[in-house]
């Protein structure tokens, strides 16, 4: 039995779907713990591409149980529409396939809108770069002990209660404050009752669930999303996620006792991306930067906007490490630096005549840092056919030791392709 953490290191889009994909295999149980459907996680299997939100990518394997924990913010209608693209590619979600926590805050249509028009009111250079879903006002709600929980619509009453107080609110905030229009209690109460039919034998105590399988000697792997910069706590805030993306989340947001947890891997891009607003070091303005966008498709996959492309940054890298108590790396889109003369790693920061070693946690010097590199020599060959670290070209190999080096930690997998197949796995850490 193990019990195993996957998180993302940078900014998110990281590639931990294919990870997750991977690993899968060898779980019993997938968990989603944290975060909405504002993170999209690309999958390729047998050449066709799978974009998941919501439910875990591990509902690709028919004989394994997937859950969404009290962590996540909930979209039921995000979660239903995912539900019917998988029936219609064959692959049906049960009850038996998959489990809801009945403490999973919802998101509610009201927070869609408030959000929007929060966005909408900050200046120019403040924006977040929200993705408009409602993340962050409900995850507001949650705080501020006005959320509705799936399991409040199990009973009518409650949720009726909950819901006319939040919405005689918001309305006053739309209308007062915002200048919009006000939303409907009947069209809203109507479609949570549409949700209701769908989803209420999904419904369950999530954390008494994946206990059970702990002691039955099951394998249970948890799924992060978006990445270690964006932590509400530890990130790169106010340019964020409102929800905890460390690997400590993973037992906070599903209900799981922190010392059952055996491995944490952190998902790393050879290089390094951002989709939105914020501090990013080692970004690049050049056609090196445009190259790597074009080359490793780096679209964001929930919000089809250009990532922003810079040079490996391992201050980040470090960040994680320690912020994660990180076990082991995932390197993905290796192939994608094939073809550069020279590659450029960022390992400490420069402000004010400082040397800086951590990303600072003030915004404004975070903006300011310049990264200070060293230079490798790239590799001119293809590597996607690589089937083993010995096929891969000796300037490839360096360029992953030198991670492992500047990280003082060890590289677990290696993917150098998009497909299932295009990754190598050089040790499992299910395998105690």
């Not at 779980?27 to 974009?51: P, S, W, Y």
């Not at 149980?65 to 049906?92: A, Q, T, W, Y």
């Not at 927070?111 to 924006?127: P, W, Y």
């Not at 919009?180 to 419904?203: N, R, T, W």
Request: glycine share 12%; charged share 25%.
């Amino acid at each position: 039995m193990a019990n195993v953490v996957i998180i993302g290191t940078q900014w998110g889009d990281e590639g931990k779907g294919k990870i997750v994909d991977l690993l899968t295999q060898y779980a019993d149980n997938i968990v989603r713990f944290q975060g909405g459907n504002n993170a999209g996680h690309t999958l390729v299997v047998d050449g066709k591409q799978f974009i998941f939100h919501l439910i875990p990518s591990g509902i690709l394997y028919e004989n394994k149980k997937c859950f969404i924990g009290n962590g996540v913010v909930l979209d039921p209608g995000v979660l239903i529409d995912e539900m019917e693209e998988l029936r219609e590619s064959g692959l049906p979600v049960t009850p038996e396939r998959l489990m809801l926590s009945a403490n999973a805050h919802l998101i509610m249509p009201y927070h869609r809108v408030q959000d929007g028009c929060s966005e909408a009111a900050l200046k120019k250079g403040k924006k977040i770069g929200t993705t408009g879903r409602g993340i962050g006002p409900c995850y507001g709600d949650k705080v501020l002990r006005c959320g509705i929980k799936l399991g409040d619509l199990l009973d009518d009453g409650l949720f009726r209660d909950k819901l006319k107080e939040n919405i005689d609110e918001k309305n006053y905030l739309f209308t007062k404050k915002f200048g919009a229009d006000p939303v409907s209690f009947d069209e809203i109460y109507a479609g949570a009752q549409k949700h209701l039919e769908i989803l209420a034998p999904y419904i369950g105590n999530v954390s008494v669930e994946l206990d059970k399988a702990r002691k039955s000697g099951q394998h249970i792997l948890f799924e992060g999303a978006q990445g270690t910069q964006l932590d509400i706590d530890h990130g790169t805030y106010p340019f964020v996620t409102s929800s905890n993306t460390v690997a400590g989340n993973a037992c906070i947001g599903s209900g799981f006792g922190p010392a059952h947890i055996d491995a944490v891997i952190g998902i790393l891009k050879a290089y390094t991306t951002r989709v939105g607003e914020g501090p990013f070091p080692s970004e690049l303005f050049d056609a090196t930067g445009d190259e790597l966008q074009k080359k490793g498709g780096e679209f964001g996959a929930t919000t089809g906007r250009k990532r922003r492309c810079g040079w490996l940054d391992t201050v980040v890298a470090n960040d994680a490490v320690r912020l994660n108590g990180v076990t082991g790396f995932a390197i993905t889109k290796l192939d994608v630096l094939s073809g550069q003369k020279t590659l450029k790693i960022g390992t400490s920061y420069e402000e004010g005549g400082e040397r800086l070693t951590a990303m600072p946690g003030n915004i404004r010097r975070a903006e300011r840092v310049k990264p200070v590199y060293e230079e490798m020599p790239g590799w001119s060959e293809e590597i996607r056919h690589a089937k083993c670290v010995d096929d891969l070209p000796a300037k490839a190999r360096a360029y992953v030791k030198r991670i492992e080096e500047l990280t003082e930690t060890p590289a677990m997998i290696l993917s150098v392709g998009p497909g299932r197949e295009e990754t190598m796995l050089l040790k499992n850490p299910f395998e105690k």
